[in-house]
């Protein structure tokens, strides 16, 4: 087991690596640089755009400026912010660092017991009314884009009910309305998954044994056929939280939340190399550590996995 | 059941702590910005949104109210040396800077020589200091002393100048206390605050909010609120909500389409105050790189077909006025009397005749360059030259920095821009766009009359003989078609009924000094 999560660990190595290469390369043959930015109305202007690229570093070679952003790096420097002059870059995500990913988890921790109690139900009463119901609701929470249902949300809970704040984010209720959009399709897709699971698992020779000896429907679905179910839907989380929190772009420009995902496209725009650097590979470092989590929980689950892998 | 009990001791105490927490803070008037400022120091001060923030914290020798009336801030009294080569400022007495120091004439001199030490990265601020006797000895580092600003008593501080600057009193400086430079070391404006203004710099939370608190020892009288909260809010239609819900006072409206929107909407226009922007929108028309344009007529032709009632009504839903001069309202040195550029199609036509393209056959192909965000405009123009005069003119949208460096070089035959005053006078206008000798001229164009309007203008410091000039200057480059103005964008912003003493003005937001909420 210890070699196989090492050599699971040793592969997001090279993924960080070529996140780090991608988004340097990317960054640098965007049309428009950061300097012409900064000049504005001067633009042109020889003698300030000389000054500020040699400032910035911007005048070498753009090999060497890589090697010298790595060797930074490796010494946990992630430069300075072109946006805001001479503030670092970790003092500019500082504060962003764990707003997605706690939206992402309280996300999620809100779309598993929905999505699973909904996916239970919805195959429990396979081909009836309630069936039909809750697959409609689970395609409409699929397919609605999220900034749409916000605007809903928003005009329903926080202008007419007053119930939630609109936008903000310096107190738990500004939290309420973001995670609850975000849970939705998350829900929504989990149920999806619980159901077809579900079903599934009640064709299976084990819950006719149960039924056969006996047991109590509830017996049958609580004990037998609810935790085999529970197992594939765990793995898929994993997944579904990496979606989660890239899902928090769209959520925090609508709800007005500092968090990383804002800062990202600000600094696109922006042209901020440094800070879109640092935020590209802190995606990428969750997304793999994510996946990393899931390889090793498949790998406890499942010991055949474990095996093929050794081989 | 035990679910349903405790889910019901949860709902009531959230009812319970929403009902305490509730709406707190009702003291502090809270603005959108659509942006972090850009940096919070005095010194390196240089954006558009830094300075609606700075401009409640830093102060200057003067401030100008909405109609453009020049009035003391930190001076009380500012003359003119005989020679012209030079200015006397008397500072206002018993002014505090929020360090609890007074403020006086030695802070003058600091704050330039702070501005000019090398390695300052001054912003704005900088270029208003070149005149200054010495002033490239401190840049330079030879000294630290500025030779030409001479402190005579507390009070009192000269001025002196390698060449005249009449406008050396309006220029926006923001003084500061620099002996927190030497207590904090270079960062410490995130630490404390240093200005003289009506609010002290309290707290910047990135991506979130500045922070702003009444400053009690104000010279003009204590703040009645307790701070401005500026809020970061990049999106308009997320803005727009929380003022509805009342999570905003006061909703600064950037962009044209929301401006239309809050006008369409009968309660948020009840609620919004508007008035001209400092900007003007014209047509550069290079004459050296497009031929046809050496022709006044032609220049003339393509000017008055355009319809700028019909343009600022139908595009931008009333939120423009049409600009026929070069110079905006509620600037010093506007002309009121300017005369009236008539849409006048059959004119436009002959005169194109006239000049030997009738119905715009032989012009050479033209293009208008411009960006996306400002394409329906464009698209107007360009709509009205192929009815009116026949000639088909193509877009094109370009990136920004790339259209900025063409036209900084010369190199944009047709383009349609602005210019936004930096400081309240006529003269950036006149000089900055129009001056041959001026790097923001863009269209290039020369006029040695218009230039030597201008130069002698530029040494005039009795304000009624300035504007005389101007408005001779300006006469001279309308004459000529030599530009094309075309609109003046509105400033709109939106202020809930109970809040009073907000006063939005040409060149954005007065300070916030005498707001109330009630």
Avoid at chain 1, 63 to 88: E, N
Avoid at chain 2, 494 to 512: E, I, Q, S
Wanted: proline residues 6%; aromatic residues 10%; hydrophobic residues 50%.
């Amino acid at each position: 087991m210890t070699a196989y999560v090492l050599r699971r660990l040793l592969g997001l190595l090279p993924v960080l690596v070529a996140a780090v290469v991608l988004t340097f390369v990317a960054n640098r043959f965007v049309p428009g640089d950061p300097i012409t930015i900064m000049l504005g109305d001067q633009g042109g202007n020889a003698v300030l755009e000389r000054k500020l690229r040699s400032e910035y570093g911007l005048d070498r070679p753009v090999t060497v400026q890589f090697v010298d952003y790595v060797a930074k790096l490796a010494h946990g420097d992630f430069g300075l912010s072109f946006r805001y002059p001479g503030v670092p870059v970790t003092q500019v995500i500082r504060n962003a660092l764990w707003i997605s990913p706690s939206i992402a988890a309280a996300a999620l921790a809100l779309a598993i017991p929905i999505g699973i109690a909904l996916g239970v139900v919805a195959a429990l009463r396979r081909n009836t009314l309630a069936d039909t119901g809750i697959v409609l609701v689970l395609v409409a929470g699929l397919s609605i884009p999220n900034f749409a249902l916000a605007a809903f949300l928003v005009w329903g809970f926080a202008l007419k009910l007053g119930w939630v704040p609109v936008a903000g984010w310096t107190s738990w209720r500004h939290a309420i309305l973001p995670v609850v959009l975000l849970a939705i399709p998350a829900a929504a897709y989990l149920a999806r998954l619980a159901r077809t699971f579900m079903l599934e698992v009640l064709q299976q020779d084990y819950v006719r044994t149960a039924r056969a000896k006996g047991l109590s429907e509830r017996l049958v679905v609580w004990r037998h056929a609810l935790r085999n179910v529970l197992v594939p839907i765990l793995t898929v989380c994993g997944v579904i939280f990496g979606g989660l929190i890239t899902g928090t772009v769209v959520i925090e420009t609508v709800f007005n939340i500092p968090g990383l995902g804002r800062i990202a496209i600000e600094s696109i725009f922006a042209r901020d190399y440094p800070v879109t650097m640092a935020i590209v590979m802190l995606f990428t470092f969750f997304y793999a550590t994510i996946n990393f989590a899931v390889d090793v929980l498949y790998g406890l689950v499942d010991p055949r996995i474990r095996l093929e892998a050794r081989r | 059941m035990k679910a349903a009990k405790l889910f019901r001791c949860l709902a009531v105490a959230a009812v319970f702590v929403v009902g305490v927490v509730g709406p707190a803070q009702a003291r502090d008037l809270r603005i959108n910005i659509n942006a972090d400022p850009e940096m919070i120091d005095p010194i390196t001060m240089s954006a558009l949104i830094a300075g609606d923030v700075l401009r409640n914290v830093y102060q200057s020798f003067t401030w100008v109210d909405e109609n453009g009336k020049v009035l003391p801030a930190l001076a009380l009294k500012w003359t003119a040396h005989p020679d012209n080569l030079g200015w006397r400022f008397e500072l206002r007495p018993g002014v505090k800077f929020h360090t609890g120091r007074p403020f006086g004439a030695k802070d003058v001199k600091a704050s330039f020589e702070a501005l000019l030490a090398p390695g300052s990265k001054a912003g704005l601020q900088l270029q208003y200091l070149q005149r200054i006797v010495g002033a490239k000895d401190v840049q330079d580092g030879k000294t630290k002393d500025l030779a030409g600003v001479k402190v005579v008593s507390d009070l009192v501080v000269e001025v002196r100048f390698s060449a005249t600057d009449v406008l050396f009193p309006i220029y926006p400086f923001l003084f500061f206390d620099t002996q927190v430079i030497v207590d904090k070391g270079p960062n410490w404006f995130m630490e404390v605050s240093a200005g003289t203004g009506p609010y002290k710099f309290a707290a910047w939370r990135r991506g979130e909010n500045v922070y702003l608190q009444a400053f009690k020892d104000y010279y003009g009288g204590a703040p009645k609120i307790d701070g401005l909260r500026f809020i970061v809010v990049p999106s308009e239609e997320t803005a727009v909500t929380m003022y509805e819900a009342g999570e905003l006072d006061v909703l600064m409206v950037a962009s044209t389409d929301l401006a239309r929107r809050v006008m369409r909407d009968a309660k948020l226009r009840a609620e919004a105050k508007t008035v001209s922007a400092a900007q003007i929108t014209y047509l550069g028309m290079n004459q050296n790189l497009y031929a046809p344009f050496k022709d006044k007529r032609v220049r003339e032709a393509f000017c008055i077909s355009i319809d700028r009632d019909a343009m600022t009504r139908g595009l931008f839903g009333g939120l423009a006025q049409p600009l026929y001069g070069q110079i905006t309202p509620g600037i010093p040195g506007y002309n009121p009397a300017v005369k009236k550029i008539a849409y006048d199609p059959e004119r436009a036509k002959r005169l194109l005749a006239d000049a030997g393209y009738p119905g715009g056959r032989g012009m050479p192909p033209l293009r208008i360059a411009n960006l996306a965000p400002f394409r329906n405009e464009v698209a107007y123009y360009a709509d009205q030259w192929k009815q009116v005069l026949g000639v088909t003119v193509d877009l094109d949208i370009m990136e920004r920095a790339t259209f900025l460096r063409s036209l900084n070089a010369g190199e944009t035959p047709f383009f349609s821009w602005g210019w936004t005053a930096d400081y309240p006078d006529a003269l950036y206008y006149l000089s900055q766009v129009w001056h041959s000798k001026s790097s923001f001229n863009r269209a290039r164009y020369s006029n040695p009359a218009f230039d030597a309007l201008i130069d002698r203008a530029q040494v005039t410091a009795d304000d009624p003989t300035r504007y005389k000039l101007y408005h001779e200057a300006e006469a001279l480059l309308l004459d000529d078609w030599g530009t094309c103005g075309i609109f003046v964008r509105t400033n709109v912003a939106v202020v809930k009924p109970n809040v009073t003493g907000v006063t939005l003005a040409p060149m954005r937001m007065l300070p916030y000094e005498k707001v109330t909420i009630n």
